[in-house]
C-alpha cells in the first residue's frame, strides 16, 4: 500500500519535472539552470537520506571512486544535457524521450545486475509508453486540425 503511494508521488513529481523545466527558467543560462537543478536534489537526497549517510560505515574510495563517476555522468551530464534540449523540443517530446529512461534501466538492471524482471513490469512499461506516445499523438493531432 506504502510502495502504491510512493509510486504515485514520484509519477506526480516526475511530473511537476517535466513541466517546470519546459516552461520555467528559459532566459537562465543552461549551466546555472543545471547547477540550480542538481543543487536541489542533492539537498533532497540528502534530507531524505541523512540518517543512513551519517550512520554508514562503508564510506572509503572505492565508493568514492564510483561516487565521482555516476556524479559526472548520472548528475551532472544529464541535466546539462536535459536543460539544453527541453526548450528546443518541447515537454511532449521530452516526455517520450524521459520514458525511455525506464525501460534502458530496468535492462540495465537486468544484464548487468541480474535482476528478475517480471511480466507484470514489463506490461507496466509498456503502458506508460504507450500512454505517452498516444497523448502526444492526439495532442499532434489537434494541433494540425487547429493549424489547417
Known amino acids: 500500500m506504502c510502495r502504491d503511494f ?14 517546470f523545466t519546459s516552461k520555467l527558467g528559459n532566459d ?15 539537498i533532497m ?11 554508514s560505515n562503508h564510506l572509503d ?3 568514492l571512486q564510483w561516487g565521482i563517476f555516476l556524479a559526472v555522468f548520472g548528475t551532472i551530464v ?7 534540449g527541453m526548450p528546443k523540443i518541447g515537454a ?13 534501466a530496468v535492462i540495465c538492471a537486468h544484464v548487468i545486475l541480474g535482476e528478475k524482471v517480471t511480466f507484470s513490469q514489463i506490461i507496466g512499461i509498456g503502458i506508460i ?12 493531432k489537434n494541433n494540425n486540425k487547429i493549424i489547417n
Do not use: D, H, Q, R
Not at 544529464?78 to 539544453?84: A, E, G, K, Y
Open 6 to 19: 510512493l509510486g504515485i508521488g514520484a509519477a506526480l513529481l516526475y511530473i511537476v519535472y517535466v513541466l
Open 28 to 42: 537562465v543560462p543552461m549551466f546555472e539552470k543545471s547547477a540550480l537543478m542538481t543543487i536541489g536534489s542533492a
Open 45 to 55: 537526497i540528502l534530507l531524505i537520506n541523512i540518517k543512513s549517510i551519517t550512520t
Open 61 to 63: 574510495f572505492g565508493l
Open 78 to 84: 544529464p541535466p546539462i544535457c536535459f536543460t539544453w
Open 92 to 104: 511532449g517530446l521530452s516526455a517520450i524521450l524521459l520514458t525511455l529512461e525506464l525501460p534502458a
Open 129 to 140: 509508453l504507450l500512454s505517452i506516445i498516444i497523448i502526444n499523438l492526439v495532442k499532434m
